[in-house]
C-alpha cells in the first residue's frame, strides 16, 4: 500500500510540474507587447499615454512570472519532498489564478490599443485622445489636478464608456496609469460622448458628483418620489452637463440617437444609474433653452420625441413621474447646472466652461470668422478643436437633409492631421 501512496504522490509532484511549466511558458510571452497588440497599433499611441501602459504591463508581467518561477521552486521541492506536495499544489492554483487575471487585463489593454486597425483609424482616435485630454485639461488645472492622459479606443454597441484614471485593474496591485475611453463605431466621427466620458474623469478627480446629488435633492425636496427618482443619477447627469459645456446641443441631439430605442426610451431598470431615456432627453433640451434661449432645433427635438414616445406608453407607474418631472424640469435643470465642485471652491463648472462658447450664435460666429479654414488650419485644430466637434455636430443635428456632408466632413477633419503626419 505505501507503494502505492508513493507512486500516486510522484504522479502528482510530476503533473504539478507539468501545469506549472504549461502557465509558466504562456506567462512568458507575455513579455512581447505585440503578442496582444500590433506593433504600428502601439506606435500610433503618443509617447506620454503609451509609456506608462506599457511600465504597468512590464510591471504586472514581470510579477507574474516571478510567482512563476516561485510555484516552480516548491514544485521542484515536492518531487523531493512528499510533506510539500499540498502547499505547491496551492501555489499552482494561486499562480492560475494570477495568469487569468493578467490575461484580462492584458487582453482588455490589448484589445484597446490594437483597435487601431488602419491607418485611417489610427489616426482619428489620436486625434480623439488630444481632444480627451484638452475637455479635462481647463477645470483640472483650475482645481490644481494632474490631467491624465488618455488611451480613445474603438469598439461595438451603442454607448460610450470609461475606465478611469486610477482605477485597480484585474491584475493585484495594477492600477490604471490612463483614462480608456470607449468610443462605438457609429458615433467615431460624432464624438460627443467622448466628453460625457471626460467628464465621469473629471467629476470623480473634483468630486462633483456629490454637490450634483445635493443639488438635485434640493431642487426636489417638495416630492419625495421625484427625489428618490433623480438623485440616483447624478453621476450620470454630471457627465451629461459636461458633455453639454463642450458641446452644446450636438451632444443633446447625438444622446438621443443613443437612448431613441423604443424598446426602452420609456423604460426604468432597476438600478440602472442613467436616468430614463426620455426624461434625459428632456432634460438635455432644458439645459439647452437656459443656457441658449426658448427657441431652436431643441425645441422640435422635444416635440418630435413627446409624439413619437407620448408618456401616456409608459408603464403605468412611471406615467405619473414623467409628467411631474417635465414640469420640474427648468429647477431640475437649474440645479445640475449650478452644482458647485468642491475642487473648484464650490463654484458651479460653467465658472470654467461657459455654456456661451457653445451656442449656435457662437458657433456660427466660429464658422464664419475661420472660414474654410476651420477645417484645414492646424491653429484652428489646436485652438478650437472641441468647439469644431461641437459645430459639426450641431449642423448634422440641424440639417438632416446635409447631415452625410457634415458626416464626411467631420470624418476628413478628425483623419487628416495623423494621416499627414
Given at each position: 500500500?505505501?507503494?502505492?501512496?508513493?507512486?500516486?504522490?510522484?504522479?502528482?509532484?510530476?503533473?504539478?510540474?507539468?501545469?506549472?511549466?504549461?502557465?509558466?511558458?504562456?506567462?512568458?510571452?507575455?513579455?512581447?507587447?505585440?503578442?496582444?497588440?500590433?506593433?504600428?497599433?502601439?506606435?500610433?499611441?503618443?509617447?506620454?499615454?503609451?509609456?506608462?501602459?506599457?511600465?504597468?504591463?512590464?510591471?504586472?508581467?514581470?510579477?507574474?512570472?516571478?510567482?512563476?518561477?516561485?510555484?516552480?521552486?516548491?514544485?521542484?521541492?515536492?518531487?523531493?519532498?512528499?510533506?510539500?506536495?499540498?502547499?505547491?499544489?496551492?501555489?499552482?492554483?494561486?499562480?492560475?489564478?494570477?495568469?487569468?487575471?493578467?490575461?484580462?487585463?492584458?487582453?482588455?489593454?490589448?484589445?484597446?490599443?490594437?483597435?487601431?486597425?488602419?491607418?485611417?483609424?489610427?489616426?482619428?482616435?489620436?486625434?480623439?485622445?488630444?481632444?480627451?485630454?484638452?475637455?479635462?485639461?481647463?477645470?483640472?488645472?483650475?482645481?490644481?489636478?494632474?490631467?491624465?492622459?488618455?488611451?480613445?479606443?474603438?469598439?461595438?454597441?451603442?454607448?460610450?464608456?470609461?475606465?478611469?484614471?486610477?482605477?485597480?485593474?484585474?491584475?493585484?496591485?495594477?492600477?490604471?496609469?490612463?483614462?480608456?475611453?470607449?468610443?462605438?463605431?457609429?458615433?467615431?466621427?460624432?464624438?460627443?460622448?467622448?466628453?460625457?466620458?471626460?467628464?465621469?474623469?473629471?467629476?470623480?478627480?473634483?468630486?462633483?458628483?456629490?454637490?450634483?446629488?445635493?443639488?438635485?435633492?434640493?431642487?426636489?425636496?417638495?416630492?419625495?418620489?421625484?427625489?428618490?427618482?433623480?438623485?440616483?443619477?447624478?453621476?450620470?447627469?454630471?457627465?451629461?452637463?459636461?458633455?453639454?459645456?463642450?458641446?452644446?446641443?450636438?451632444?443633446?441631439?447625438?444622446?438621443?440617437?443613443?437612448?431613441?430605442?423604443?424598446?426602452?426610451?420609456?423604460?426604468?431598470?432597476?438600478?440602472?444609474?442613467?436616468?430614463?431615456?426620455?426624461?434625459?432627453?428632456?432634460?438635455?433640451?432644458?439645459?439647452?433653452?437656459?443656457?441658449?434661449?426658448?427657441?431652436?432645433?431643441?425645441?422640435?427635438?422635444?416635440?418630435?420625441?413627446?409624439?413619437?414616445?407620448?408618456?401616456?406608453?409608459?408603464?403605468?407607474?412611471?406615467?405619473?413621474?414623467?409628467?411631474?418631472?417635465?414640469a420640474a424640469m427648468p429647477r431640475i435643470a437649474a440645479a445640475c447646472l449650478s452644482?458647485?465642485?468642491?475642487?473648484?471652491?464650490?463654484?458651479?463648472?460653467?465658472?470654467?466652461?461657459?455654456?456661451?462658447?457653445?451656442?449656435?450664435?457662437?458657433?456660427?460666429?466660429?464658422?464664419?470668422?475661420?472660414?474654410?479654414?476651420?477645417?484645414?488650419?492646424?491653429?484652428?485644430?489646436?485652438?478650437?478643436?472641441?468647439?469644431?466637434?461641437?459645430?459639426?455636430?450641431?449642423?448634422?443635428?440641424?440639417?438632416?437633409?446635409?447631415?452625410?456632408?457634415?458626416?464626411?466632413?467631420?470624418?476628413?477633419?478628425?483623419?487628416?492631421?495623423?494621416?499627414?503626419?
Amino acid at each position: 500500500m505505501s507503494t502505492v501512496v508513493e507512486l500516486d504522490r510522484h504522479l502528482v509532484a510530476a503533473d504539478l510540474e507539468r501545469q506549472v511549466a504549461h502557465w509558466l511558458a504562456a506567462a512568458r510571452t507575455f513579455r512581447d507587447a505585440e503578442e496582444f497588440a500590433s506593433l504600428e497599433a502601439w506606435k500610433s499611441v503618443e509617447r506620454d499615454t503609451g509609456a506608462p501602459l506599457r511600465k504597468q504591463l512590464h510591471a504586472c508581467v514581470e510579477e507574474l512570472i516571478a510567482l512563476g518561477d516561485a510555484t516552480a521552486a516548491l514544485v521542484a521541492a515536492a518531487r523531493r519532498d512528499p510533506a510539500a506536495i499540498a502547499p505547491a499544489a496551492a501555489a499552482v492554483q494561486r499562480f492560475r489564478r494570477r495568469y487569468a487575471q493578467v490575461d484580462t487585463t492584458l487582453d482588455f489593454l490589448g484589445d484597446a490599443v490594437n483597435s487601431r486597425t488602419s491607418p485611417v483609424l489610427r489616426a482619428a482616435l489620436t486625434t480623439l485622445d488630444r481632444l480627451a485630454v484638452a475637455s479635462m485639461a481647463p477645470v483640472l488645472q483650475r482645481a490644481n489636478k494632474s490631467v491624465p492622459r488618455v488611451l480613445v479606443y474603438q469598439d461595438k454597441g451603442t454607448g460610450a464608456s470609461i475606465l478611469r484614471a486610477g482605477v485597480r485593474l484585474w491584475a493585484p496591485g495594477a492600477v490604471m496609469p490612463v483614462a480608456a475611453i470607449k468610443i462605438v463605431r457609429h458615433n467615431l466621427y460624432r464624438p460627443t460622448s467622448l466628453f460625457h466620458e471626460s467628464g465621469h474623469q473629471v467629476a470623480h478627480l473634483t468630486n462633483w458628483v456629490p454637490s450634483m446629488h445635493a443639488s438635485i435633492a434640493k431642487a426636489l425636496a417638495d416630492d419625495v418620489e421625484l427625489h428618490a427618482m433623480w438623485t440616483p443619477w447624478a453621476s450620470e447627469i454630471a457627465a451629461d452637463v459636461y458633455a453639454f459645456l463642450l458641446t452644446g446641443y450636438a451632444s443633446v441631439a447625438a444622446l438621443y440617437d443613443v437612448v431613441g430605442d423604443a424598446a426602452s426610451i420609456l423604460r426604468w431598470p432597476i438600478g440602472d444609474p442613467h436616468p430614463v431615456g426620455w426624461l434625459r432627453t428632456a432634460l438635455g433640451c432644458a439645459f439647452s433653452r437656459q443656457c441658449f434661449g426658448a427657441e431652436g432645433p431643441w425645441v422640435s427635438l422635444q416635440r418630435a420625441m413627446e409624439t413619437h414616445f407620448p408618456a401616456s406608453t409608459a408603464e403605468a407607474t412611471l406615467q405619473p413621474l414623467l409628467t411631474r418631472s417635465l414640469a420640474a424640469m427648468p429647477r431640475i435643470a437649474a440645479a445640475c447646472l449650478s452644482a458647485g465642485v468642491p475642487a473648484l471652491g464650490g463654484r458651479p463648472m460653467t465658472d470654467v466652461l461657459d455654456p456661451a462658447r457653445v451656442s449656435p450664435a457662437a458657433l456660427a460666429e466660429l464658422e464664419r470668422t475661420a472660414g474654410t479654414a476651420l477645417w484645414t488650419s492646424p491653429h484652428w485644430r489646436n485652438t478650437e478643436g472641441i468647439r469644431i466637434v461641437a459645430l459639426a455636430g450641431l449642423r448634422e443635428a440641424e440639417r438632416p437633409e446635409a447631415a452625410s456632408q457634415w458626416i464626411d466632413r467631420a470624418r476628413t477633419w478628425l483623419t487628416t492631421e495623423a494621416r499627414a503626419a
